[in-house]
């Protein structure tokens, strides 16, 4: 379903350091195993005075993060680096360090080498609690006994931790994925291209490309199976649309008049904390951690993440130095590509 993209361009120094070692990670395992990655770069484009401005103050403080690699160009520059840019640009924030990869070619091979053993197709019904400490789970093939438990079931977080009386500040929203396979315009090398006043945004992949947009949908229940709408596909794909692609990269207007124009779309669900940063470590009940709420980035996420929520839950991250612990005081933030 995710479209495996990384980047270590954030709002936040925390998840800069979090993202960067799930990527240092990633680039140690393609060295050995093929995990379909590629630092093909993100390069986020602003349309507007105040974008730009917002993205250059971003830039610099980026830097100052260590991220000394990210390029601010103005509209000329990033036209001549990227032709297929639309002329009104007006600037745009270049990191060639991020890319993608392929989650699932990730999953398996995570699996694979960790040697553990993993029972698909069984489902956890409850926990196990003994004198007020969370001691194993009940399962459809029965009871588990675990000195610590872990939830980490992504948008099913939520209602899992509801059977051990804990409420997580977690909310589901639906996404789409829109696949385009033959998009002949799309250059093979182009980075993940994202208009920073709306979000909408793509990447190559195979002959086409993969679009997405972070629509402002309401929270909607946990669901298994997500479905599809084809408006989302319109919404990228139609010139007319107040986030079509075509907005700050115009082949996506030949795209859209093509005779040959196809698409498919896959639905997920982001699951969301208030201030979109994942949940990592213990929680109040004793025996009981979480891993979740990733809002978005949990392959990006993935090895920083859960190398945290395994440190909180063995002491070696104190909670007081956990930036993602639980029961953090959030302020909520609402924009998804910062
Ligand atoms: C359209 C879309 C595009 C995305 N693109 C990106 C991207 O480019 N980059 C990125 O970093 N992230 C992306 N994401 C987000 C990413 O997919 C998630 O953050 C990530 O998959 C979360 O991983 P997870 O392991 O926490 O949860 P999941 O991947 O949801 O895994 C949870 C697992 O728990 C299982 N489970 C649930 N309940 C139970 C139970 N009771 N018993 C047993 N098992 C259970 C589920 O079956 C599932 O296998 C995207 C998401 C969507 C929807």
Do not use: C
């Amino acid at each position: 379903m995710a479209t495996g993209a990384f980047r270590l361009q954030f709002d936040n120094a925390e998840e800069v350091e979090l993202v960067r070692e799930s990527v240092a990670f990633f680039d140690e395992l393609h060295e050995r195993v093929d995990v379909g990655l590629f630092h093909q770069g993100y390069l986020f484009v602003a349309r507007t005075d105040e974008g730009a401005q917002i993205q250059a103050n971003l830039a610099a403080a980026q830097r100052q993060w260590g991220l000394t690699d990210v390029e601010l160009l103005g509209g000329a520059e990033a036209r001549q680096r990227f032709p297929y840019l639309a002329p009104d640009i007006v600037n745009a924030r270049f990191r060639q360090g991020d890319g993608w990869l392929e989650p699932r070619r990730l999953a398996l091979e995570l699996a694979r080498a960790s040697g553990a053993r993993f029972d698909t197709g069984v489902t956890a019904t409850g926990f196990i609690l003994e004198g007020g400490r969370v001691r194993g789970v009940t399962t459809t093939a029965g009871p588990v006994r675990a000195d610590w438990v872990v939830i980490a079931a992504g948008p099913l977080s939520g209602p899992l931790a509801k059977l051990a009386d804990l409420d997580l500040p977690l909310a589901t929203v639906r996404r789409h994925k829109l696949i385009v396979p033959d998009v002949p315009q799309v250059p093979a090398g182009a980075p993940m291209t994202i208009e920073f006043e709306t979000g909408a945004h793509w990447r190559p992949a195979g002959g086409g490309a993969h679009a997405l947009w972070t629509a402002p949908l309401p929270a909607e229940p946990p669901l298994d199976e997500v479905p599809t709408s084809s408006a989302f596909a319109f919404g990228l794909l139609d010139p007319r649309s107040d986030h079509a692609l075509a907005r700050i990269a115009p082949f996506w207007k030949d795209v859209w008049r093509s005779a040959r124009l196809q698409w498919w779309l896959q639905a997920g669900q982001y699951t969301y904390t208030p201030d979109r940063r994942p949940l990592l470590g213990p929680t109040p009940i004793p025996g009981l951690a979480v891993n979740t709420g990733y809002s978005g980035h949990g392959i990006m996420g993935s090895i920083g993440g859960s190398r945290r929520a395994i440190d909180a839950i063995t002491g070696t991250l104190r909670a007081e130095d956990n930036p993602f612990r639980p029961d953090r005081p959030m302020t909520a933030r609402t924009f998804d590509i910062l």
